[in-house]
């Protein structure tokens, strides 16, 4: 027998399989953090993190039954939900000021090596994990659970529509908390919360994010701003 299956046996419970990259990647993002500049170059442990991330997701990705299913929405749904991505792009770009900002802006991630050069490696996995991978890991852990857990300790059997008006305004505030452009970040989770609320698939609000994130992604690769990552 192999030494894995019997944690392969295990069935976590709903909850732990969409907290647990969220908090991984959150663990990851405090120890990049402590360590500092002291560490040298980081630049490979950020990209590493959302790959990490990215491992436990398909490990848990039977769990996600949500995702399994057929979308059965409308065309103009998918419409909706890649506007409201730009729109939140737009947000990002528009309420970058004192007041809807918390602390210093940071110096963000830059992909130039030594002879100023975008290193196309390290470029393209930070757009892989931004762009891809961070948007599946929050919309399960922002959307899937914590709006409804909300709402419901049995989150599975909360409808995304029932959740009601506190749980959008809650989960969209600390939404907010967890990015230094909190009113982006505010108006971003009451986008995401509403792509789902309206039409009750957890593939709307990922590809809003999604379009929210590449978009942005590409916009600082061609203006260098890199701060914005």
């Not at 970058?96 to 393209?124: I, K």
């Not at 762009?131 to 929050?138: G, H, I, T």
């Not at 969209?172 to 230094?180: K, P, R």
């Amino acid at each position: 027998m192999s030494a894995l299956s019997p944690l392969a046996s295990v069935r976590p419970s709903p909850a732990a399989a969409r907290i647990a990259p969220f908090a991984l990647f959150i663990a990851l993002l405090a120890l990049e953090s402590l360590l500092g500049e002291r560490a040298g170059d980081l630049r490979w442990l950020t990209v590493a993190r959302p790959i990490l991330v990215a491992g436990l997701l398909v490990y848990f990705w039977r769990h996600y039954e949500e995702l399994h299913e057929r979308p059965r929405v409308a065309g103009s749904d998918w419409v909706v939900a890649i506007v409201l991505g730009l729109a939140v792009f737009a947000a990002w770009l528009a309420f970058d000021e004192g007041w809807a900002t918390l602390g210093p802006p940071g110096r963000g991630f830059s992909p130039l090596d030594r002879e100023g050069r975008v290193d196309p490696v390290l470029a393209l996995l930070r757009f892989a994990g931004f762009a891809l991978v961070v948007p599946v890991m929050e919309e399960l852990f922002w959307r899937s659970y914590l709006l409804r857990r909300i709402a419901s300790q049995d989150f599975l059997r909360i409808a995304p529509r029932a959740a009601g008006i506190g749980a959008f305004a809650l989960s969209s505030a600390l939404f907010a908390t967890e990015h230094s452009l909190w009113f982006a970040g505010l108006l971003a989770g009451a986008a995401y919360n509403a792509c789902y609320m309206r039409s009750g698939n957890l593939w709307l609000p990922i590809i809003s994010h999604v379009t929210t994130n590449a978009t942005l992604a590409l916009w600082i690769l061609a203006t260098q701003n890199w701060r914005y990552w």
